[in-house]
């Protein structure tokens, strides 16, 4: 990156930043961008108006000196269905009008990038539900809501039919293959001392050495039995018998 470059990339930390201040504007002051791309159904508006009465206003809007709107459009106009008088707004100082019309765009889709850890998300989810908690209130529509409480990806397939290739099919088989090398019972003991480590042939040689191990310890109790030292001697007189 040459100098000339780096200047604009780094005039967000060298002037002041829009959330150090927070001020209240009437809405009346406040002016939509007239060729906003990002779209709110009046269901999407009910959603964000009932967040606002459930937790108020938790992200102010942000405008340039004039008052255009560049982030908070489906939050002001649930504010006016709410029928507030004044909202929170952050003031966009010395911005261009390239950077104000860029920032409208990378407001909504930097946000849209992440992605959820389904597993983490459901039980997240499930325990809002179990203390009762109005999940309505998060915003996932009805029924998306209930394939992520049934533990369904977004595919709808469950979690242990997931496409082969995908993130969470990887994070599945990866259990699957750790859950192989766990022998049951007996052999978890052994396992934990000597764990082999010998390529794909591994978890195979794995269980012939547990096999090995279990009859080699099974050997002294065998011997430290009485009753099964008295079948051992009555068989060891039996084969001297027949050999004479």
Partial sequence: MTVTDKAPAEAGLTRPWPADQVERWPIERLIPYANNPRLHSED???KIAASILKWGWTNPALVDENGTLIAGHGR???AAKLKLAAIPVIIARGWSEDEKQAYRLADNELAARASWDTDLLRDELRLLQFSGFDLDLIGFKPDRLQEILAGLGSS???ESRQRPGSARSSRHSARRSVALERPPGLL???HQRG???AGAGGIAAAFDGHRSAIRC?????VASTPRLRCRQARAGEGAQRRSR
Avoid at 217 to 221: A, N, W
């Fill in 44 to 46: 999407d508006l009910d």
């Fill in 76 to 78: 002001v106009a649930a």
């Fill in 156 to 158: 709808g397939l469950t």
């Fill in 188 to 190: 978890w003991r052994q």
């Fill in 195 to 197: 764990r082999c480590r």
């Fill in 217 to 221: 310890r099974l050997r002294p109790v």
